[in-house]
């Protein structure tokens, strides 16, 4: 009898005795789920859990979302700020008024000395949308330098560049709930399963209710390719030629939305013109996908009565990136895809706020998607803050990848990067190495005092995690939440938007601009700031209660609107931000710049995300539950590849471009072609040491999945030393 | 083909045949309105905390059932055990009753293999709700996968505890830490009670229940009954991104589901335990899957469309010594078996030539020498009892190793040895008053002879009385010592060679152990030590011969075998293939040199130095074989992923030293 015993054996499940549920929304990635953050009677972190009753993740989160629990008592964190002279010195601790008056010492002083732009200043899509806001204060109102941008030029740049292009303004006009409507869905170079993983969820719910084909386009047989209907392996960097040839099917065929065309478009002729020259039979031999398919794919797409695109890195992350979003946005016009429910192009962006970033942060202009160019736009946000519009330039400076060169050529000598790791995350490190060197002034804020590029810091400044603090994201889908404050910030460390309450204090503007002391005062000026007719970011009518009662509302939200529903979707009336009202369809002639493999370097460098880590793992890097899938970095190589260069499955390869090295160890896997190997880009010291970074002429951002690299076979047991030497968290 | 969808439809055709019809519409209007009297039966609960605004997905369905599984056996665990309902399952202590209406019926995963990502969002979210540590996890998702690009598959599997039928780990833990409830029919066992001696671990064809090194003992999936008791789904199924994984009454088939298999590739015979899991699995996959972990083992597709494993030649052809390597974890077992082994012979050997009136035997048996002879023996059984005990993750737990003689073959194996033990000294302790030596020494520290006071014909008749009872008891522990290897979870084991290696051991180490001390008294004495080398020398002869035809059988049918025992014969062949060979060549001439000795008129001098060197050589072969024995197996674990769960990476994570950081998941050497 196996049932039962005489004497029961005690049946003991952890218990976490939560106290009181601190709503927030997650920092990793942009999806924008609910987090609920349980708190003993003492205030400590217990567990967390998805808020079930969040429109966005309704109660589901990815691996990340789910031990963000471990976050708080990992490893590394920046507890106290610090100082000294020379990159190569040991940092010594410092208070924060010291390292506050020092840093504004040293960027008064090679202000004075180079010019206001020699200074420059690096932030992210990973602080909350008042911190951003405060920042663009601080920067474009108080310390006045031009060079000024986010990391998010790695990432978004490229969507908001063609969203510009196209529609006159920035802002992903669909949501999820489209996939609720859809008849067709299209992916281009994105691998939702294991980049957005609740967005797939979402996706996988509508499709299991109501059947439509998912059409995945992707150089490598992702999960995501594996479940499509349809996969197209395309041949990297070649996306436009595939969308041009499917738009020449649709006007072939007569398949286009005339009616739409006409009345909602800019240089239709001029589109027709150009894609003319992309007749399938040619085009099949430079994407690598054949007519038929093509076709095929163009008629699936343009007969559904809604059709949707979503993209990721795969079309941003290329030279033809903005172009790939302009393409990718003519598609949806020609077939009538925009504003409608389940028609619709939508970005699925990177971080958690990369969204807040390009909405407040005046990164790439002024707060609330104004630009530096308009003089009545600087007028407006001057007489707001109290100063003199002349304070701002009148265009905007250096992209962050731009940044970096004038470093190298010495036009920039100070930089201050906040929540932001060029040492692992830029291409080229190795070049990127020598401009560090190169600084006479860097400031580092994080929240890691492990982070890489530390190494080249004079000042670090010990930065508070997302729930440590208090304040907004916006999510993929224009969905503004709110994070609670559900913990005091660690050690001596600060909220990102007190520090920058504290340097402005250390400028003449800093007292004439009023630096609120609290988020939700600076969340007031934003929704005065987003007040205006035919703005599309018009926050006006939410306040965090409703953000919270809501678990996020879109924008736009105004204050006239009653309920706590923003607007599901942008453009539905087919009225644009452009001068004229209309949509431009924007023609792209596709160019070949890439590094392509040679025989020299014979394989294609492809590099992407898993699922398991956040950007440069230096979070994920330390939660054990996380790490332990990929501690090391590896390559995909397909085996037969392989064989001939005699490299065996679990060994170590050292990889060589035109530009340095890596090692890494090999995963074979036909999941890749046979001239293309794959690394995941979170390592330090890694793929980043490979990979060129061609620029985006629009969006100026880097190409970091084409380039080309040669496979070599290494010492194993020297390869493993380096591989654990590289290795500290 | 046999699908529970077939059950499904007859039992509802059944149903629908009588008296009243049952509406689709009124039928889901039932099961809505029972899972909405659920939901607020469960929001009460002091066992668990319903989320606000609680998803249905979360939920389990308040469907209808079937009676029984496939297998014929009852669903509801009430009719099955006869134990009553409403049982208080004492979770954390509480003696709260869950209000989950079907807390009687055997639940089990559904795992939808077409749908899972490997997003390893069950993993987490079962790591994150059991405070486990990244060394640790309950649920582990690896993956197969076989094509050729663009042509290509992935096939993740999510696994955790399939709560059996029939439990092989309940029934193989001497300490009884495993507990089948009538509640879910979940197989939960308590940490507390465990010590840590892996042998769940073995026997479990899954890889469900996890030793901890640190910890030093095992724990496993709970089946989140704690959930369940309110009416949810576990953790990990809640937190499913693919829609992959499910829950449920056994034998339900979820929602916009259509299959229900008991097998997947990558996925063990189902046969050995009867799992609580079901798939579906519609999507074609290649004729051949690989493991991206070190396992040399793939899977091919037969002509029925099942999945076979079959040796994946990851090593290559090349045949390597790797004697250091023959040194593992395992080593304490190594010990432990032949030392016991080894006494078991070495006593046996005299004591029943002796009764056989063996002349030389005889002599031996009554001289001064058989008593330090037996301790000897003793001293062996004792360190190989040790040696067991030293390889238990809580060694001062080791008691507990008999609480599961009703089923379990280690307890069985404990008692039998322990038994034997206890014999062996009573048996010594009675041989005292006839011993010489003994009464001499004894004389000489009192100052007077003790024969007078010692019932001497009494002892020496209580001393054979407790070495013939020693005699069954060692022959039930040499017996359950070789049922603990026959597990069907570890193929390269479960072959008839274990039990001629080691009855074959016990004749061919007792032999000469038993033989070289006999001899050795009789060259003192001058006695008959021609005979002496030919009894122990044939009993030696006969255990090697025994030996050496099982390991040959053993060879064969892993040569034509189509399973991981196989692959642990081609790791055999190349990884040890040097070593391997050396073993199989120094047995076979070991054999013939002792068949030599026989036959041949060898005495004095030469003799014992040819006796010596075959008893040296066989104690080289027994010690090599017993290490190959416990390094190869390969059992019958899933698909591992590239880093986790591969051994391959472990190890090299051990040896460069990653594993020193705790968040790679490996745990370093040493614990």
């Given at each position: 009898m196996i049932f039962g015993r005489k004497n029961r054996k005690p049946i003991t499940i952890p218990k976490k005795e939560v106290a009181e549920?601190?709503?927030?929304?997650?920092?990793?990635?942009?999806?924008?789920?609910?987090?609920?953050?349980?708190?003993?009677?003492?205030?400590?972190?217990?567990?967390?859990?998805?808020?079930?009753?969040?429109?966005?993740?309704?109660?589901?989160?990815?691996?990340?979302?789910?031990?963000?629990?471990?976050?708080?008592?990992?490893?590394?964190?920046?507890?106290?700020?610090?100082?000294?002279?020379?990159?190569?010195?040991d940092f010594k601790t410092t208070s924060w008024d010291h390292a506050l008056d020092h840093t504004a010492e040293k960027i008064k002083e090679i202000q004075g000395k180079y010019g206001r732009d020699s200074f420059a200043v690096i932030s992210t899509g990973q602080l909350l949308t008042e911190e951003f806001y405060t920042l663009g204060k601080l920067v474009r109102g108080c310390i006045g330098t031009n060079n000024y941008d986010g990391n998010t030029t790695l990432c978004m740049a490229s969507a908001v560049s063609g969203y510009k292009r196209s529609f006159g303004s920035d802002g992903p006009p669909g949501c999820y709930g489209d996939f609720e409507h859809t008849d067709c869905f299209m992916a281009f170079g994105s691998n939702l399963p294991e980049q957005h993983p609740v967005i797939y969820w979402r996706l996988k719910e509508a499709k299991e209710k109501r059947n439509f084909p998912i059409i995945v386009v992707d150089p490598r047989v992702t999960m995501f390719a594996q479940f499509a209907d349809i996969h197209l392996p395309i041949t990297p960097g070649t996306d436009c030629v595939l969308l041009n040839a499917m738009m020449y099917v649709i006007f072939d065929e007569g398949l286009e939305d005339q009616a739409y065309l006409e009345a909602h478009t800019n240089n239709l002729e001029e589109l027709k013109e150009v894609v003319a020259k992309y007749d399938p039979k040619s085009a099949q031999h430079i994407c690598g996908i054949d007519e038929d398919r093509i076709r095929m794919v163009a008629r699936i797409y343009a007969k559904a009565g809604a059709a949707m695109s979503i993209w990721t890195m795969g079309i941003n992350q290329s030279t033809h990136g903005s172009d790939g979003v302009a393409n990718i946005n003519n598609l949806n016009l020609v077939t009538g895809n925009i504003g409608k429910p389940g028609g619709t192009s939508l970005s699925i962006t990177g971080q958690c706020n990369a969204m807040g970033t390009r909405e407040w942060s005046s990164c790439s202009g002024l707060p609330g998607y104004r630009a530096l160019e308009k003089p009545e736009h600087r007028e407006e946000i001057a007489n707001y803050w109290g100063i003199d519009p002349s304070f701002f330039p009148e265009k905007r400076g250096l992209a962050q990848t731009d940044i970096f060169p004038a470093i190298e050529t010495g036009e920039i000598k100070g930089l201050w990067l906040i929540a932001t790791n060029p040492m692992t995350s830029m291409a080229n490190t190795p070049r990127i190495r020598k401009m560090m060197e190169k600084l006479e002034f860097l400031v580092v804020q994080d929240c890691y005092k492990d982070v890489e590029t530390n190494e080249y810091?004079?000042?670090?400044?010990?930065?508070?995690?997302?729930?440590?603090?208090?304040?907004?994201?916006?999510?993929?889908?224009?969905?503004?939440?709110?994070?609670?404050?559900?913990?005091?910030?660690?050690?001596?460390?600060?909220?990102?938007?007190?520090?920058?309450?504290?340097m402005a204090k250390r400028f003449d503007n800093g007292k004439v601009i009023r630096f609120p002391e609290k988020p939700e005062e600076a969340f007031d000026e934003m929704k005065h700031l987003s007040k205006g007719e035919n703005r599309i970011l018009d926050i006006s009518g939410m306040t965090y209660d409703k953000i919270e009662a809501a678990r996020g509302i879109q924008w736009p939200f105004r204050e006239s609107d009653e309920g706590l529903k923003g607007e599901a979707r942008l453009y539905t009336d087919g009225k644009f931000q452009t001068p004229n009202g209309k949509a431009n369809l924007i023609a792209v002639n596709f160019f070949n710049n890439n590094e392509q493999p040679c025989g020299e370097y014979p394989f294609w460098l492809n590099s992407g995300r898993v699922v398991e880590h956040f950007h440069t793992r230096t979070r994920t890097g330390k939660i054990g539950n996380c790490n332990k899938f990929s501690p090391t970095p590896f390559m995909e190589m397909n085996p037969d590849a392989a064989e001939e260069l005699n490299i065996q499955h679990q060994q170590y390869v050292r990889l060589t471009s035109r530009r340095g090295d890596a090692v890494v160890m090999v995963q074979l896997t036909q999941r890749v072609p046979r001239n293309m190997v794959f690394i995941p880009f979170h390592y330090y010291d890694c793929v980043n040491r490979l990979s060129l970074g061609l620029l985006d002429p629009h969006s100026r951002q880097p190409a970091f999945k084409q380039c080309s690299v040669r496979v070599e076979p290494v010492d194993q047991a020297e390869a493993a030393r380096l591989n654990a030497e590289r290795r500290t968290f | 083909m046999f699908t529970v969808k077939n059950i499904y439809m007859q039992a509802t055709d059944k149903e629908s045949s009588g008296v009243s019809m049952v509406y689709p519409d009124a039928k889901k209007n039932d099961e809505n309105s029972k899972l909405a009297a659920l939901k607020e039966q469960g929001e009460k609960s002091s066992l668990w905390e319903i989320r606000t605004e609680e998803q249905d997905y979360a939920f389990l369905p308040q469907t209808d059932h079937e009676n029984e599984n496939r297998y014929g056996q009852k669903i509801d665990l009430v009719d099955l055990t006869g134990l009553p309902e409403n049982r208080s399952m004492f979770i954390n202590e509480n003696p709260e009753v869950g209000c989950n209406p079907d807390r009687n019926k055997q639940h089990g995963f559904f795992f939808t293999a077409d749908n899972c990502i490997g997003c390893h969002a069950c993993e987490a979210a079962c790591s994150e709700k059991n405070d486990n540590p990244a060394h640790l996890a309950f649920r582990s998702v690896g993956y197969v996968e076989g094509g050729s690009f663009p042509d290509y598959k992935r096939m993740n599997i999510s696994m955790a505890c399939n709560h059996c039928d029939d439990p092989v780990c309940l029934k193989g833990c001497p300490t009884k830490a495993y507990t089948k409830h009538a509640e879910y029919g979940a197989v939960l066992q308590d940490p507390e009670t465990c010590f840590g001696c892996g042998y769940c671990t073995w026997v479990c064809p899954y890889n469900a229940p996890q030793l901890d090194p640190i910890q030093g003992q095992v724990s496993k999936c709970n089946m989140c009954v704690d959930r369940?008791?309110?009416?949810?789904?576990?953790?990990?199924?809640?937190?499913?991104?693919?829609?992959?994984?499910?829950f449920g009454v056994i034998e339900d088939v979820p929602e916009n589901r259509e299959q229900a298999k008991v097998s997947i590739p990558g996925f063990p015979d189902p046969s050995i335990t009867r799992p609580n899991i079901r798939f579906q699995q519609t999507t074609t996959m290649p004729d051949e899957m690989q493991r991206t972990d070190s396992m040399p083992v793939k899977y091919h597709k037969d002509e029925k469309g099942n999945y076979k494993p079959v040796v994946d030649q990851k090593q290559g052809k090349a045949t390597h010594w790797n004697f250091t390597r023959l040194s593992s974890a395992e080593n304490p077992l190594v010990l432990f078996t032949l030392s016991a082994q080894a006494s078991i012979g070495a006593f046996a050997l005299p004591f029943i030539g002796a009764e056989l009136n063996i002349p030389a035997m005889m002599t031996f048996k009554a001289s001064a020498l058989y008593v330090p002879f037996n301790i000897f023996c003793f001293g062996m059984i004792f360190f190989g009892l040790f040696m067991s005990t030293l390889h238990l993750g809580k060694p001062l737990r080791f008691y507990r190793g008999f609480n599961n003689l009703q089923h379990s073959p280690v307890s069985r194996e404990g008692l039998g040895i322990a038994v034997f033990m206890t014999m062996l000294a009573f048996n010594i302790a009675c041989s005292l008053p006839a011993n010489t030596w003994v009464m001499e020494m004894a004389a000489a520290i009192v100052g007077q002879d003790l024969v007078d006071y010692v019932p001497v014909e009494l002892a020496a008749t209580m001393a054979t009385v407790f070495a013939y009872l020693a005699l069954p008891a060692s022959l039930a522990g040499l017996y359950y010592m070789n049922k603990c290897y026959r597990i069907p979870a570890r193929p390269f084991w479960d072959h008839w060679q274990v039990g001629t290696s080691f009855f074959g051991n016990t004749l061919s180490l007792g032999a000469f152990l038993a033989g070289a001390s006999m001899a050795a008294y009789a060259v003192f004495t001058e006695g008959q030590t021609q005979l002496i080398f030919t009894i122990a020398g044939s009993v030696m002869l006969l255990g090697m011969v025994a030996e050496a035809i099982g390991l040959s059988g053993h060879s064969k049918s892993m040569n034509a075998a189509e399973h991981e025992g196989a692959a642990a014969h081609y790791i055999q062949s190349t990884t040890f293939g040097k070593s391997y060979v050396l073993r199989n060549v120094v047995m076979a001439l070991n054999i013939l040199l002792v068949a030599v000795l026989l036959i041949s008129d060898v005495s004095g001098t030469a003799a014992l130095v040819l006796w010596a060197i075959a008893g040296s050589l066989l104690i080289f072969t027994a010690l090599v074989s017993r290490a190959l024995f416990y390094v190869l197996v390969i059992p019958t674990t899933m698909p591992g992923a590239f880093f986790w769960k591969n051994k391959g990476f472990e190890q090299h994570a051990r040896d460069i030293g990653l594993a020193n950081m705790p968040q790679v998941g490996v745990v370093p050497d040493g614990h």
């Amino acid at each position: 009898m196996i049932f039962g015993r005489k004497n029961r054996k005690p049946i003991t499940i952890p218990k976490k005795e939560v106290a009181e549920w601190k709503y927030s929304t997650c920092n990793y990635c942009s999806t924008g789920c609910a987090i609920e953050i349980g708190l003993d009677k003492e205030g400590k972190v217990v567990t967390s859990r998805g808020h079930a009753g969040a429109d966005v993740n309704r109660g589901k989160l990815c691996i990340k979302g789910l031990l963000e629990t471990e976050l708080f008592e990992s490893d590394g964190r920046g507890t106290e700020p610090l100082i000294r002279d020379k990159y190569h010195e040991d940092f010594k601790t410092t208070s924060w008024d010291h390292a506050l008056d020092h840093t504004a010492e040293k960027i008064k002083e090679i202000q004075g000395k180079y010019g206001r732009d020699s200074f420059a200043v690096i932030s992210t899509g990973q602080l909350l949308t008042e911190e951003f806001y405060t920042l663009g204060k601080l920067v474009r109102g108080c310390i006045g330098t031009n060079n000024y941008d986010g990391n998010t030029t790695l990432c978004m740049a490229s969507a908001v560049s063609g969203y510009k292009r196209s529609f006159g303004s920035d802002g992903p006009p669909g949501c999820y709930g489209d996939f609720e409507h859809t008849d067709c869905f299209m992916a281009f170079g994105s691998n939702l399963p294991e980049q957005h993983p609740v967005i797939y969820w979402r996706l996988k719910e509508a499709k299991e209710k109501r059947n439509f084909p998912i059409i995945v386009v992707d150089p490598r047989v992702t999960m995501f390719a594996q479940f499509a209907d349809i996969h197209l392996p395309i041949t990297p960097g070649t996306d436009c030629v595939l969308l041009n040839a499917m738009m020449y099917v649709i006007f072939d065929e007569g398949l286009e939305d005339q009616a739409y065309l006409e009345a909602h478009t800019n240089n239709l002729e001029e589109l027709k013109e150009v894609v003319a020259k992309y007749d399938p039979k040619s085009a099949q031999h430079i994407c690598g996908i054949d007519e038929d398919r093509i076709r095929m794919v163009a008629r699936i797409y343009a007969k559904a009565g809604a059709a949707m695109s979503i993209w990721t890195m795969g079309i941003n992350q290329s030279t033809h990136g903005s172009d790939g979003v302009a393409n990718i946005n003519n598609l949806n016009l020609v077939t009538g895809n925009i504003g409608k429910p389940g028609g619709t192009s939508l970005s699925i962006t990177g971080q958690c706020n990369a969204m807040g970033t390009r909405e407040w942060s005046s990164c790439s202009g002024l707060p609330g998607y104004r630009a530096l160019e308009k003089p009545e736009h600087r007028e407006e946000i001057a007489n707001y803050w109290g100063i003199d519009p002349s304070f701002f330039p009148e265009k905007r400076g250096l992209a962050q990848t731009d940044i970096f060169p004038a470093i190298e050529t010495g036009e920039i000598k100070g930089l201050w990067l906040i929540a932001t790791n060029p040492m692992t995350s830029m291409a080229n490190t190795p070049r990127i190495r020598k401009m560090m060197e190169k600084l006479e002034f860097l400031v580092v804020q994080d929240c890691y005092k492990d982070v890489e590029t530390n190494e080249y810091s004079h000042v670090f400044f010990p930065a508070s995690v997302w729930a440590e603090k208090e304040g907004c994201h916006t999510n993929t889908e224009r969905r503004v939440s709110i994070t609670r404050n559900a913990m005091k910030p660690h050690a001596n460390s600060k909220p990102d938007f007190w520090v920058f309450n504290q340097m402005a204090k250390r400028f003449d503007n800093g007292k004439v601009i009023r630096f609120p002391e609290k988020p939700e005062e600076a969340f007031d000026e934003m929704k005065h700031l987003s007040k205006g007719e035919n703005r599309i970011l018009d926050i006006s009518g939410m306040t965090y209660d409703k953000i919270e009662a809501a678990r996020g509302i879109q924008w736009p939200f105004r204050e006239s609107d009653e309920g706590l529903k923003g607007e599901a979707r942008l453009y539905t009336d087919g009225k644009f931000q452009t001068p004229n009202g209309k949509a431009n369809l924007i023609a792209v002639n596709f160019f070949n710049n890439n590094e392509q493999p040679c025989g020299e370097y014979p394989f294609w460098l492809n590099s992407g995300r898993v699922v398991e880590h956040f950007h440069t793992r230096t979070r994920t890097g330390k939660i054990g539950n996380c790490n332990k899938f990929s501690p090391t970095p590896f390559m995909e190589m397909n085996p037969d590849a392989a064989e001939e260069l005699n490299i065996q499955h679990q060994q170590y390869v050292r990889l060589t471009s035109r530009r340095g090295d890596a090692v890494v160890m090999v995963q074979l896997t036909q999941r890749v072609p046979r001239n293309m190997v794959f690394i995941p880009f979170h390592y330090y010291d890694c793929v980043n040491r490979l990979s060129l970074g061609l620029l985006d002429p629009h969006s100026r951002q880097p190409a970091f999945k084409q380039c080309s690299v040669r496979v070599e076979p290494v010492d194993q047991a020297e390869a493993a030393r380096l591989n654990a030497e590289r290795r500290t968290f | 083909m046999f699908t529970v969808k077939n059950i499904y439809m007859q039992a509802t055709d059944k149903e629908s045949s009588g008296v009243s019809m049952v509406y689709p519409d009124a039928k889901k209007n039932d099961e809505n309105s029972k899972l909405a009297a659920l939901k607020e039966q469960g929001e009460k609960s002091s066992l668990w905390e319903i989320r606000t605004e609680e998803q249905d997905y979360a939920f389990l369905p308040q469907t209808d059932h079937e009676n029984e599984n496939r297998y014929g056996q009852k669903i509801d665990l009430v009719d099955l055990t006869g134990l009553p309902e409403n049982r208080s399952m004492f979770i954390n202590e509480n003696p709260e009753v869950g209000c989950n209406p079907d807390r009687n019926k055997q639940h089990g995963f559904f795992f939808t293999a077409d749908n899972c990502i490997g997003c390893h969002a069950c993993e987490a979210a079962c790591s994150e709700k059991n405070d486990n540590p990244a060394h640790l996890a309950f649920r582990s998702v690896g993956y197969v996968e076989g094509g050729s690009f663009p042509d290509y598959k992935r096939m993740n599997i999510s696994m955790a505890c399939n709560h059996c039928d029939d439990p092989v780990c309940l029934k193989g833990c001497p300490t009884k830490a495993y507990t089948k409830h009538a509640e879910y029919g979940a197989v939960l066992q308590d940490p507390e009670t465990c010590f840590g001696c892996g042998y769940c671990t073995w026997v479990c064809p899954y890889n469900a229940p996890q030793l901890d090194p640190i910890q030093g003992q095992v724990s496993k999936c709970n089946m989140c009954v704690d959930r369940l008791e309110v009416g949810l789904k576990p953790a990990c199924v809640s937190a499913c991104l693919g829609n992959a994984l499910d829950f449920g009454v056994i034998e339900d088939v979820p929602e916009n589901r259509e299959q229900a298999k008991v097998s997947i590739p990558g996925f063990p015979d189902p046969s050995i335990t009867r799992p609580n899991i079901r798939f579906q699995q519609t999507t074609t996959m290649p004729d051949e899957m690989q493991r991206t972990d070190s396992m040399p083992v793939k899977y091919h597709k037969d002509e029925k469309g099942n999945y076979k494993p079959v040796v994946d030649q990851k090593q290559g052809k090349a045949t390597h010594w790797n004697f250091t390597r023959l040194s593992s974890a395992e080593n304490p077992l190594v010990l432990f078996t032949l030392s016991a082994q080894a006494s078991i012979g070495a006593f046996a050997l005299p004591f029943i030539g002796a009764e056989l009136n063996i002349p030389a035997m005889m002599t031996f048996k009554a001289s001064a020498l058989y008593v330090p002879f037996n301790i000897f023996c003793f001293g062996m059984i004792f360190f190989g009892l040790f040696m067991s005990t030293l390889h238990l993750g809580k060694p001062l737990r080791f008691y507990r190793g008999f609480n599961n003689l009703q089923h379990s073959p280690v307890s069985r194996e404990g008692l039998g040895i322990a038994v034997f033990m206890t014999m062996l000294a009573f048996n010594i302790a009675c041989s005292l008053p006839a011993n010489t030596w003994v009464m001499e020494m004894a004389a000489a520290i009192v100052g007077q002879d003790l024969v007078d006071y010692v019932p001497v014909e009494l002892a020496a008749t209580m001393a054979t009385v407790f070495a013939y009872l020693a005699l069954p008891a060692s022959l039930a522990g040499l017996y359950y010592m070789n049922k603990c290897y026959r597990i069907p979870a570890r193929p390269f084991w479960d072959h008839w060679q274990v039990g001629t290696s080691f009855f074959g051991n016990t004749l061919s180490l007792g032999a000469f152990l038993a033989g070289a001390s006999m001899a050795a008294y009789a060259v003192f004495t001058e006695g008959q030590t021609q005979l002496i080398f030919t009894i122990a020398g044939s009993v030696m002869l006969l255990g090697m011969v025994a030996e050496a035809i099982g390991l040959s059988g053993h060879s064969k049918s892993m040569n034509a075998a189509e399973h991981e025992g196989a692959a642990a014969h081609y790791i055999q062949s190349t990884t040890f293939g040097k070593s391997y060979v050396l073993r199989n060549v120094v047995m076979a001439l070991n054999i013939l040199l002792v068949a030599v000795l026989l036959i041949s008129d060898v005495s004095g001098t030469a003799a014992l130095v040819l006796w010596a060197i075959a008893g040296s050589l066989l104690i080289f072969t027994a010690l090599v074989s017993r290490a190959l024995f416990y390094v190869l197996v390969i059992p019958t674990t899933m698909p591992g992923a590239f880093f986790w769960k591969n051994k391959g990476f472990e190890q090299h994570a051990r040896d460069i030293g990653l594993a020193n950081m705790p968040q790679v998941g490996v745990v370093p050497d040493g614990h």
